[in-house]
């Protein structure tokens, strides 16, 4: 996907669950038309070179990030199949806030609702199955490299940051979202990970809220991720995003997000119901 994300339901408790759609979005191409990804990609990736993208085309902007979630997802020689990305440094732990308990590679869910909540709204995102979906944020060596020389673990020191500072061209952000499978779910088609997770509760004051004392350890399948990096020329970092194939439909053509017509009659996907209407999807219900 390009740097327009498609819209998400953003629910407001975890009881409430609601269909999401995708929208629509335009093809961009470069000047003749294609906008192939590079033959020496594969079957290995090599991380992308970072060079200044062409400002005339979105085409270098879609290849750096297809470039780089190829290089993220494969894995590093020796690490048994598992994504390059799970062996990046969580922020909680660069900071020394927090390790993860998870066996083998690490995803490491925050022990707060930072594990849930959506930018912004501060909504929860909620499956089909009920349950919130989970995030957590990965940084390349670059970008820790970064921090740590220049002393900005300590909080004092990153208040002093010079103003105009840049982060180094190569430095990564990663966030990933996941899904708990369900029992008997079929979860063939994803990539899977058992890791511990904080459970949610309802707070004094209603609202929903982590439980200090329980977690559980649960079968985690990828259905998103964030590419954020630094290029040549792009200080602000640039960005995309991808999702699972089964997230949900994208609009028709024919539909416009609020007509009452179901997006797709036939199946139900992880974040959309089967059957419900356009302009039922992407709301924060009260529930």
């Not at 673990?153 to 899904?179: H, M, N, R, Y």
């Not at 004392?213 to 079968?219: A, D, F, V």
């Not at 996907?269 to 356009?278: F, I, M, V």
């Amino acid at each position: 996907m390009s740097g327009a994300t498609r819209n998400v339901c953003l629910v407001l408790a975890i009881i409430c669950i609601q269909p999401r759609i995708a929208q629509p979005h335009p093809n961009t191409s470069n000047e003749n038309g294609s906008c192939l990804a590079r033959s020496n990609w594969f079957p290995t990736t090599p991380p992308p070179a970072n060079k200044r993208p062409n400002p005339n085309s979105d085409c270098d902007f879609y290849r750096w990030a297809w470039q780089t979630f190829l290089f993220v997802t494969q894995p590093t020689p020796g690490q048994r199949g598992a994504p390059r990305f799970l062996a990046f440094q969580t922020p909680y732990e660069m900071f020394g806030s927090a390790r993860s308990h998870s066996h083998g590679p690490a995803v490491f869910i925050p022990g707060n609702l930072d594990a849930v909540l959506q930018p912004g709204s501060l909504a929860i995102l909620v499956d089909q199955n009920g349950r919130a979906v989970y995030y957590t944020t990965h940084l390349n060596s670059q970008f820790v490299r970064f921090i740590r020389e220049n002393g900005y673990t300590d909080f004092a020191k990153l208040k002093k940051a010079p103003i105009g500072q840049q982060f180094p061209e190569g430095s990564v952000e990663l966030k990933s979202s996941w899904k708990v499978i369900a029992t008997g779910e079929d979860a063939h088609s994803f990539f899977t990970i058992r890791a511990r997770i904080p459970l949610l509760t309802t707070a004094a004051n209603g609202e929903i809220a982590i439980d200090p004392l329980r977690t559980g350890e649960q079968t985690l399948a990828l259905i998103g991720l964030h590419v954020v990096g630094i290029v040549e020329g792009h200080p602000e970092f640039i960005w995309a995003t991808f999702e699972h194939n089964d997230n949900a439909p994208d609009l028709p053509a024919s539909l416009k997000p609020d007509t009452p017509q179901p997006v797709d009659p036939e199946k139900t996907w992880t974040l959309y119901s089967r059957g419900a209407n356009a302009g039922d999807c992407n709301k924060k219900p009260s529930c």
